[in-house]
Nanobody, 121 residues
């Protein structure tokens, strides 16, 4: 199996910055796609940013120019640098990865438990 553990959430004032990290561990053969989703109270979970193993990225329009996703393939870790945070960025942020575990040898989606980001006005 593959486990994802997020860290770096917290409370920040509007205009501030936070950096989220997510490390994948377990009997991993390879990690393909990695991404960050978020879910605000009363809203559906939405994609924030994603990155492939080769480094191609994709961002939600609402975070373009403010958030940067990156990854360290050697550490199976993905990061989300969030700058110029706004109150509407308040949400639980979830790490997602498509990975191949040694126990299955097929690509599956895995999710972290989430980390809360609160942006005060």
């Amino acid at each position: 199996q593959v486990q994802l553990v997020e860290s770096g959430g917290g409370l920040v004032q509007a205009g501030g910055s936070l950096r989220l990290s997510c490390a994948a561990s377990g009997s991993i053969v390879s990690v393909n796609y990695m991404g960050w989703y978020r879910q605000a109270p009363g809203k559906q979970r939405e994609l924030v940013a994603a990155i492939t193993s080769s480094g191609s990225t994709n961002y939600a329009d609402s975070v373009k120019g403010r958030f940067t996703i990156s990854r360290d393939n050697a550490k199976n870790t993905v990061y989300l640098q969030m700058n110029s945070l706004k109150p509407e960025d308040t949400a639980v942020y979830y790490c997602n990865a498509n990975a191949i575990a040694a126990s299955t040898y097929r690509g599956m989606d895995y999710w972290g438990k989430g980390t809360l980001v609160t942006v005060s006005s």
